[in-house]
């Protein structure tokens, strides 16, 4: 093959990967333009809220909350948003990242399309005691299952302040005192390990990891209930309370439609 034909070949098999590049960027551009114009979609999840699947024990009211009742024992959880959250504690949901309410971003508003993101998933825990001599609910041993096999438990306050903590950078300034504000707050609102004696009611606050889109239906199980006790103050009496939740997912598009997807 002469020298002539040789640099002959080499044009053309250039020419062809600029082409090939060329088709490549084309393509990508398109694709880019395509989902920055409203074709792509964000994941949507609405509010939880009782499942229609209860034990006979269980009580639903309009407010959302799932109650146990066992004669004048009553256990009710209740599904808690993040709107709800940002007003109860309204003075620490301000100022978008520094806001120090542990449980939401507070009025952070992130890119458009997903300008809420949601940091735990919380339910509000009451206890109203005037059945046995005493009760206690452990609030470690409460766990959600998913419909899908996600497992979920809840977070302890330890757990939470571990996961501020890594914010708060050199134990002192503005960070570290915001850090102390979100932990005290969880002090406060938590719903705590106790003895609920007759006659006496408890109510808190559980939080847990934020759940996945793709999770429709939970059950929420508080284990080991403890409803009597020995003359040594150990548990010879405890029951696993079960209350089921559900949501609507689905795609949420930059028009602002929503496409829920079918249920199980």
């Known amino acids: 093959m002469s020298c002539e034909t040789k640099n002959d070949t080499r044009v053309l098999r250039t020419r062809e990967t600029f082409r090939a590049w060329g088709r490549w960027i084309c393509v990508s551009g398109c694709l880019t333009f395509w989902l920055l114009t409203g074709c792509g979609y964000y994941h949507y999840a609405g509010p939880l809220e009782p499942g229609s699947e209860q034990a006979s024990s269980m009580t639903i009211a309009d407010d959302g909350s799932v109650t146990y009742v066992q004669g004048r024992l009553e256990v009710r959880l209740r599904p808690v948003t993040d709107d709800e959250l940002n007003r109860q504690f309204a003075s620490q949901s301000v100022g978008g990242p520094n806001a120090t309410n542990p449980y939401t971003y507070g009025d952070t508003e992130f890119f458009s399309g997903q300008k ?26 409460v766990q959600l299952l998913a419909s899908n096999r996600r ?26 005192s915001r850090y102390r504000q979100r932990r005290d707050l969880m002090q406060r609102t938590s719903f705590a390990e106790q003895d609920i004696f ?67």
């Open 116 to 141: 809420k993101r949601q940091r735990f998933t919380v339910f509000s825990l009451s206890v109203k005691n005037y059945e046995y001599p005493k009760v206690k609910v452990d609030p470690r041993r």
């Open 151 to 176: 497992e979920y438990w809840s977070l302890s306050i330890q757990q939470m302040d571990n996961y501020f903590r890594a914010y708060a950078q050199g134990y002192r300034g503005n960070e570290y």
């Open 198 to 264: 007759s006659g006496q009611e408890a109510e808190g606050l559980i939080a847990f990891p934020g759940l996945h889109p793709d999770v429709d239906h939970v059950r929420l199980v508080i284990h080991d209930l403890v409803l009597r006790f020995d003359y040594r103050n150990e548990p010879i009496e405890a029951v696993d309370l079960t209350y089921d939740f559900q949501r609507d997912i689905g795609r949420r598009y930059p028009d602002g439609t929503i496409a829920l997807t079918a249920g199980d």
